[in-house]
């Protein structure tokens, strides 16, 4: 990547995918913003940014169709895509083999193999679910004791979103995550009520 000289990142009007990769490495990723996450909280805290510098770069490169991933974007700080984790057929193998049967068991082990993956959802592209990961082992976590709803909760949300309302505006409205809103509509919780 060919560095650009620039005295005043605040003069630039119409940010290009690698000028802002360039100013990302050299300000934020040594201040230790190393991830989207880190990214969010940086500007939630109301750390600066310059004035027209894309708040949502991933969205704002996607359609410019030059987003090449937030690994990329950061410089991969952290090395971690570096890592030689398993297939994902081998790594669903050793984890049934562990007695893990769903995404609540997976976070929670301890002794996770370090040639799998700590959020596997996210590192294999083949990824189709829990269930498919984990074949017959799979047993969907009881929704109950992980969440602050209640079944009327549930019912009238599964109402509303019958009605057209999106996830988000329920997710706010129940103080619950629009992931919990999602799987509540595909039925992956609280699929009995």
Do not use: C
């Not at 880190?38 to 991933?58: T, V």
């Not at 996607?62 to 081998?90: A, C, M, T, V």
């Not at 629009?178 to 595909?186: D, F, L, N």
């Amino acid at each position: 990547m060919k560095k650009i000289a620039v005295d005043d990142w605040d003069s630039i009007v119409r940010w290009s995918y690698g000028l802002a990769r360039q100013y990302v490495m050299g300000k934020l990723v040594p201040q230790g913003v190393i991830s989207a996450r880190k990214f969010d909280a940086y500007k939630r805290e109301g750390k600066l940014l310059p004035r027209k510098f894309p708040r949502i770069p991933d969205e704002y490169f996607k359609r410019k169709g030059s987003w090449k991933g937030w690994r990329d974007f950061l410089g991969n700080p952290d090395h971690r895509k570096n890592r030689h984790y398993l297939s994902y057929r081998d790594a669903g193998r050793v984890a049934r083999d562990a007695g893990i049967s769903n995404s609540k068991d997976y976070s929670g082990w301890k002794e996770r193999p370090s040639i799998l993956p700590s959020r596997p959802e996210y590192y294999f592209k083949e990824w189709d679910g829990w269930k498919d990961f984990l074949g017959a082992s799979y047993i969907a976590p009881d929704p109950r004791h992980y969440t602050k709803l209640k079944p009327a909760d549930v019912r009238i949300i599964k109402h509303q979103l019958a009605l057209g309302i999106t996830g988000a505006v329920l997710a706010k409205k129940f103080g619950v995550s629009e992931m919990q809103i999602s799987r509540i509509k595909k039925g992956d919780n609280w699929g009995d009520i």
